[in-house]
């Protein structure tokens, strides 16, 4: 299948074949980066064109720091080589605005139909209920919002400490029965140590990528309206980097992250963090593989 192209690394608007035309459309936002969730999981290419839009409002909406607005794009247009890789034909919609870019799709495409995973943002949820799309439920989080108000039910407070211990119990996440593996369910009085006064450089430095074409292309697409130091490879921007810094962290890291958890320090920001929640934010990591190799490690001891 013919890709079709809107993106300015591609210098004109490729026309969709026929084949792709009338083809069930799986329209992917910017934070759900993962072939395995929601309405992605069964698509295939013979039977499914990919919708992605990248909205110029989003991006011209306040001042990002460049790393936040190279990440999550430098992803998007990744992710979207994938699926091409994979044999299906991606529209990459660089529009005005979301609801604009699925507008140009349609006019495009003509899709049988638009199916979208449940969105995870309150906006992005408004925009698809305005729209005639098939919305597939989310399993990208441990925990969806159905489950959450079962736990809520008429509870007059909240703590993350109760819901915390509901989910491993529901989850089974280190718990020897129906007690929390090691006798206790946290230990954050002993791992709230101040770090050490000296021997900052103990802790291993992160995981860099060699940025390319596509990182420059991102930076100078998104350089006027945003700030901030300029990416340098830290955050990885493909399913393969992410699940690379995973397997460095529970390798090296987790051993060292316990009686520090809460400390940074000016001379070494990241001590023995994950650094893996952005990319669990978009998708590129998903919260039970993360869960599962923590536990893997501990019962491996």
Known sequence: MMAIETSSRRSAVVAPTMNSVNLETIWVFGDQLNRDIGALRLARPDTHQI??????????????HIQRAHFIVASMRRFADELREEGFSVDYQRADSM?????????MCAPSQISVTEPNSFAARELVSSLDVHVEMSDQFLCH??????FAGTRKTFKMEDFYRWQRKRLNILMDGDTPAGGQWNFDEENREPPPKTGHDRWPQPVYAQLDEIDAEVMRDVSETTWG???DGTW????RGALERLDFFVKELLPMFGE????????NWHLAHSLLSPYLNIGLLLPGEVVNAAQEAFRSG
């Open 51 to 64: 919708l992605m839009v990248e909205s110029r409002a989003k991006v011209a909406s306040r001042r990002w």
């Open 99 to 107: 609801r604009d870019g699925v507008r140009r799709h349609q006019e």
């Open 145 to 150: 919002p159905s489950l959450f108000e079962e």
């Open 229 to 231: 130091a300029v990416p």
């Open 236 to 239: 990885a921007t493909s399913r």
């Open 260 to 267: 520090h958890e809460d400390a940074m320090l000016q001379s």
